[in-house]
């Protein structure tokens, strides 16, 4: 069941919200194994449940979230309830505030039930945690997830909420989309606030949700964006209607196809997803358009300097405490610290050419169509892949097509495309224009209705 | 390339796992070091301070 066909079965009292929430948190402890939550937050989210179903009934209605089961990734404060960041630093961290998305969706009346496990600190893809467990991808148990958001992947794919909130600085919400078969959308950066979530590179973090289906996610991204004076970095654009309609229509859009880099090295599975879903777009009308993207790895670099300045820089008063940080986590702490501070801002003046660089591209395409990452889910502790004969550092690889998109800032959706050979879910990245987040989700939503990827599940 | 122990030991940085971190932070050098070459002296980094910037109220 998605958020809208939930929306349609709590207003014509085919179900309950306390049945939707009850239902989750049996799921959730059935499903304990995974590691996919840190924290349940079963009394607040029972009683907010009957509170939903006491305005549903007197016609109080705050549109299609209202009621339904959702959590947040444990990097977004909520007042009274330990936010971890999944580090031991905060185990014992209980905001006196919530942060502005958790704000916006108790406002939608939706009704959060937990926090999920996550990369440490966010900093990383695995969501191999070394303080709260690995989480394990629902589709393959000796799999990752994905991350940095790799507990909200692995609650949505595994049917345990209908939404769960993410953050993205280098691909942590695409990435374990892909990996577990869901939708991720990470939005236009300053279009979500990120008042009141832990940060690990500012210039780069988005907040965004992982969702069963495309209108899901636009439904809640509807709900969350908006502006906020107490993010500096937060857009004052109004926020548009994002939800596709039923017969979406995509024709004569002008979808870019990269001739270069994002097909260079990818598994063939990946390959073929890809054509069949811009196969399924031209059918549909759209215009499939070949184009040429600037330096790509180039921008990875840049991204990859501003991100380790800026997560060391924040981290840097605690790491003095070395034994409270994984290994892989420290060790990028500790080369961040060694990188020079004129190479930061060069990296952000680099920032601004390539922004103006790839800003071209949108006079001849109406968004691009790629790959999210060039592989299904690799092992637990795996660190290294094979793509087309070449050996790639797991990390590196996994995100070598979503990280540039947060150094422009650009909104991007990543959506199933099908399965690798072992059974693992791939997915494809739709990249919009800035603030153009309507026209992703209407290609996202008219492909989705177009193909079945969306219908795969894990078999739990 | 730069020799990174001697830059942690001139900053006073205690990084005991250099056999880890060095290899990514030579690629990353790669990488990155010729892109400088190609900054036009005029390019202004793409984070700004706003002198006429107010606090909110939410913050005071």
């Known amino acids: 069941m998605t958020i809208q066909e939930a929306a349609i079965a709590l207003r014509t009292g085919k179900v309950s919200s306390v049945e939707l929430t009850t239902e989750a948190l049996q799921r959730m402890r059935s499903l304990g194994h995974l590691n ?42 909520t007042e009274g309830v330990r936010t971890t960041c999944g580090s031991k630093l905060f185990e014992d961290f209980i905001p006196d505030r919530d942060s502005a998305v958790i704000e916006k969706l108790e406002a939608a009346g939706a009704v959060v039930i937990a926090k999920t496990n996550l990369h440490e600190l966010a900093y990383g893809i695995t969501s191999t945690n070394p303080h709260f467990g690995a989480v394990r991808n629902p589709w393959n148990q000796e799999r990752i997830p994905g991350g940095s958001s790799g507990g909200s992947g692995a609650a949505v794919a595994a049917d345990m909420v209908f939404m769960a909130m993410g953050s993205d600085t280098g691909g942590s919400i695409r990435n374990p989309a892909a990996f577990c078969g869901t939708v991720g959308i990470k939005p236009t950066y300053g279009r979500v606030s990120r008042y009141g979530v832990m940060p690990l590179g500012f210039s780069l973090d988005h907040m965004g949700p992982l969702t069963r289906s495309v209108r899901d996610a636009a439904i809640t991204l509807e709900a969350i964006a908006g502006h906020d004076p107490r993010d500096e970095s937060s857009a004052s654009r109004s926020v548009p209607d994002y939800l596709p309609p039923r017969e979406v229509s995509i024709r004569d859009l002008r979808i870019g ?204 | 390339m730069k020799q990174w122990k001697e830059i942690a030991r001139g900053l006073g940085l205690n990084v005991p796992d250099f056999e880890r971190i060095v290899p990514p932070l030579d690629g990353l050098e790669a990488a990155f070091r010729p892109l400088v070459k190609t900054i036009p002296h005029d390019a202004e980094p793409a984070v700004t301070f706003h002198a006429t910037q107010e606090v909110p109220e939410e913050l005071q």
């Open chain 1, 36 to 77: 996919a939550v840190i924290t349940v937050m079963e009394e607040s989210a029972l009683e907010d449940a009957r509170q939903a179903d006491r305005e549903l009934a007197s016609d109080i209605d705050f549109g299609l979230l209202h009621g339904i089961p959702v959590a947040v990734k444990d990097l977004f404060e």
């Open chain 1, 257 to 460: 196809w990269p001739e270069n880099f994002y097909f260079d090295r990818v598994d063939p599975a990946v390959m073929s997803g890809l054509e069949s879903m811009a196969e399924a777009a031209s059918q549909l009308g759209a215009r499939i358009t070949p184009v040429t993207v600037p330096d790509i790895a180039a921008m990875n670099a840049v991204a990859r300097m501003i991100l380790m300045s800026e997560a060391s820089a924040l981290m840097e008063q605690f790491l003095d405490r070395r034994d409270h940080f994984g290994a892989d986590v420290l060790a990028l702490l500790d080369q961040g610290r060694l990188l020079a501070a004129t190479d930061y801002v060069n990296a952000q003046r680099l920032r601004h050419m390539m922004q103006r660089a790839f800003s071209a591209i949108w006079e001849t395409v109406d968004c691009l169509l790629t790959p999210t990452a060039p592989m299904g889910a690799p092992r637990i502790g795996q660190t290294t892949v094979r793509i087309a004969g070449q050996d790639e550092d797991v990390r590196l690889a996994s995100t070598r097509f979503v990280r540039a998109i947060n150094l422009l800032g650009l909104p991007a959706l990543s959506l199933p495309c099908g399965l690798d050979v072992d059974g693992m879910p791939l997915g494809a990245q739709i990249i919009g224009k800035p603030f153009d987040e309507a026209t992703i989700l209407r290609v996202g939503a008219a492909l989705e209705d177009a193909t079945d990827y969306h219908t795969l599940k894990p078999d739990l």
